[in-house]
Each structure stands twice: as structure tokens, then as C-alpha cells.
């Protein structure tokens, strides 16, 4: 399973060209990306063959793709559509409320609204619950196996997904991953900024840090995060880093297996090898 936190590399002034490319997702030997100019959905083979729209008015912030079907934030909560563009529907929704977000986790999506309570409903719209309400939660939710690990101002809790068995875990905690009984996660400091790379153990012990950076990817076997302007990958108990990318890269949109996904100021995207190599453009 990959996990994301898109990140900018560098900065500088965006140019007249009007935004194009807006999410981008690697599922398989499938490419699934929006394009910002017309919101839809497209789809093509990772060898740039075979590309589809998959739907319309496809607006969304964030979308997670598993197996068939594409779970998406819409403006009135989570709504799914297979990967061939049929069987559209809304599975949550959230009425007045405003949403924080959503996780989707084997036949369940857990999600949040404002200002602070956390449901759980199957997959196919039943089964709806209330978990909890968390008096200064802001969104910082990550889902895995039986466990639910939240932030609570800046104190980082766990739970189960029925809400029991409530347990603190750390302080000043911003959760990035929950990979292989650990948790990935930065600092918040007095600028309010994100830094270095830790992780701990999801019983909260052995908590060190792993890299002096931000937080990009989880893929496989490897971390990714970017420092100064560039992007490095290591070993996720911090061991072997190494600098990745020899092209400037502003916003890291995916990373999966061979590929990395960014996108430039000015909205154009693109498909790098990891190595820097056989850039190519989305379109």
C-alpha cells in the first residue's frame, strides 16, 4: 500500500499557463488523474496507451483507488465509481455538515465532519455509526487493521473502531503513515511548520527519528521525504538514505513502484523514472 502527503520542492511564480493536471493515482498498470480544466476523470495504461474518461464533473480533492473501485471527497461527503466510469453513487453523506476527510479500510470508510465526530459506514452505504466526538480534532486521522490513530489538539491518541479502548499515545504529533506496526509522523513547530521524520511504535514506544525533512511517500520497502529543495528515499528505519531526483520537481503527486509523479507552477504534470530518467508528459 502507498501512502502520500503531496509535498512542494521548490517555489517560484506561476506562470500565465492556465492549471491542468490536478490529482494523479498509480493503481496497477493504470494512471487515473484529473484534469482541471474540463473536471473529469481520465485513465490510461502506464505504457501512455488507452487513455478514457472515467466520469464528468469530477471535482474532488482526494481520491483512493481499491481494487475495481474508486472511492472520492464531493461536496456532499464520499461518493464511489468503478474504474470503468459505471456504477457512480454517494455512499456518505454528510448534509450540513462539512467533512474533514475520509479513509477507506477492507469493507468500511471512516470519516469526520466538523467539528469534531468520527463515523464508520460499510462500503455500500449501511450500517452507519457514530464512533466518537473528540472536542479539539482537526482531521489528523489514519485508519489500520483494528485501530484508529488521532490527533486531539497536538496529542496523538489511538482507539478502536467501535470507539473503545481510548489511549494516548504521544504529544505534538502530525500522523503521516500507519505501515507494518508503526507510525510515521512529523512535528509541528513554533511557526507551525512541519519537520523532521519520526516513527514509534503504534503502542507509542520507541519513538525516534528517522530524517531531518518532510514527510512525502511511503512505498513498498521505502521512505521518501524532501530537505532543501530535494527529494531523498531510505530505508523506513532510517538507514541508507540517498538523494533522489536529478530534475526539479515543485509538487510530488504519487510515487509508485519505478515512477514518481509531479507536477510544475504552472500546472503541467509529469512521470519521471526514479532515477530521473525518461521524463514524460501527462496530457
Known amino acids: 500500500m502507498m501512502i502520500i502527503l503531496g509535498v512542494a520542492l521548490l517555489t517560484g511564480c506561476r506562470s500565465s499557463e492556465t492549471a491542468s493536471i490536478g490529482m494523479v493515482k498509480q493503481s496497477g498498470d493504470w494512471i487515473y488523474y484529473t484534469d482541471n480544466n474540463d473536471e473529469a476523470l481520465y485513465k490510461m495504461k502506464t ?3 488507452g487513455k478514457t474518461k472515467v466520469a464528468d464533473n469530477f471535482a474532488s480533492g482526494y481520491m483512493v483507488i481499491q481494487g475495481d473501485t474508486i472511492y472520492y471527497s464531493d461536496m456532499g461527503g464520499v461518493s464511489k ?5 459505471t456504477e457512480e453513487a454517494n455512499v456518505v453523506d454528510v448534509g450540513k455538515e462539512s467533512s474533514f476527510g475520509f479513509e477507506v479500510s477492507g469493507d468500511w470508510i471512516y470519516y469526520s465532519t466538523k467539528p469534531g465526530s468520527i463515523y464508520k459506514i460499510k462500503t455500500d452505504g449501511t450500517e452507519k455509526a457514530k464512533i466518537a466526538d473528540i472536542s479539539s ?4 486521522m489514519k485508519v ?24 494516548k499515545l504521544s504529544e505534538n504529533v502530525v500522523i503521516h503513515a500507519v505501515e507494518g506496526g508503526w507510525i510515521y509522523y512529523g512535528e509541528k513547530n513554533e511557526k507551525g511548520e512541519y519537520e523532521n521524520v519520526n516513527r514509534m511504535k503504534t503502542d507509542g514506544t520507541e519513538q525516534t527519528k528517522l530524517a531531518e525533512g518532510t514527510f512525502t511517500a511511503i512505498d513498498g520497502d521505502s521512505l521518501y521525504y524532501s530537505k532543501d ?8 528505519d532510517g538507514t541508507a538514505a540517498a538523494k533522489m531526483n536529478k530534475v526539479k520537481m515543485w509538487n510530488i503527486l504519487d510515487i509508485y513502484g519505478d515512477y514518481i509523479y509531479y507536477g510544475e507552477y504552472s500546472g503541467a504534470a509529469y512521470r519521471i523514472n ?3 530518467s525518461n521524463k514524460k508528459q501527462l496530457e
Open 47 to 49: 505504457d501512455w496507451t
Open 81 to 85: 465509481i468503478q474504474t470503468d466510469g
Open 137 to 140: 480534532f482537526e482531521g489528523d
Open 144 to 167: 489500520s487493521g483494528d485501530s484508529i490513530y488521532y490527533a486531539d489538539g497536538i496529542s496523538l491518541f489511538k482507539m478502536n473502531t467501535d470507539g473503545t479502548g481510548v489511549m
Open 229 to 236: 529543495g530535494w527529494l531523498y528515499r531510505e530505508n523506513l
Open 274 to 276: 526514479l532515477d530521473g
